[in-house]
């Protein structure tokens, strides 16, 4: 497959879809064919499936992880594999690191969570994956934070470890940028590292 494909990973509000808006409009400035995708909801089955899974907390934690894992195997057979093929670059919100980290970590379904991904994608791994990393309460003091504001906070810190630990695991595939700066500085690391694969 000739394509590129860059993955955005991260904690709930690190700044995703406003760094992917920019990585997406500098790429189109030099190159004809970029697709910009996300996991859940990159097609129109996957509409479907994120309303599904995004029901609430109705949602038995296995059932959630193959809606996930559903939702990616209907994207990457429409979406992601074609636009490869055709040597697009491919610009995606979120994918498999996802649900390691969500479902696997956070919901403790644990590594079967991978294999399920694995065995939907047929193996597909992106070139690069960009980690947003942010300290989930930024400047604020763990003492100053209410309960359910530190529950809050340790979710969020348990899903920024589970990133890094993926990141660390298999450093030539991952960009891990710090994203607590301005957001033009934020974006020139990502370009930076997006350019190294061009
Ligand atoms: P996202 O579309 O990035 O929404 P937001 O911009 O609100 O962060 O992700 C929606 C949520 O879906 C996010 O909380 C993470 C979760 N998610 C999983 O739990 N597992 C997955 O495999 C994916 C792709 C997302």
Do not use: C, N
């Amino acid at each position: 497959m000739s394509g590129t494909w860059v993955v955005f990973e991260g904690g709930d509000g690190v700044g995703k879809t406003t760094q992917i808006d920019l990585l997406a409009a500098w790429l189109r400035s030099h190159m004809p064919d970029v697709v910009v995708t996300r996991e859940p909801g990159g097609t129109p089955l996957g509409v479907e499936l994120r309303a599904a899974v995004m029901h609430g907390d109705h949602v038995a934690p296995r059932a959630e992880a193959l809606l996930y894992a559903a939702d990616r195997a209907h994207h990457i057979h429409a979406v992601v594999r074609p636009a490869l093929e055709r040597g697009a670059v491919v610009v995606q919100d979120r994918y498999l690191d996802s649900s390691i980290v969500y479902q696997g970590g956070a919901r403790g379904l644990g590594d079967e969570v991978e294999r399920i991904s694995m065995w939907a994608t047929e193996g597909l791994l992106p070139h690069l994956t960009v980690v947003l990393d942010m300290a989930p309460t930024g400047d604020r003091l763990e003492r100053d934070l209410d309960r359910v504001e530190r529950e809050t906070a340790a979710h969020a810190a348990q899903i920024r470890a589970g990133f890094l630990a993926l990141a660390e695991r298999a450093p030539a595939r991952y960009a891990v940028v710090d994203a607590a700066r301005p957001v033009d500085v934020v974006a020139a690391d990502v370009r930076a590292a997006v350019e190294r694969l061009l």
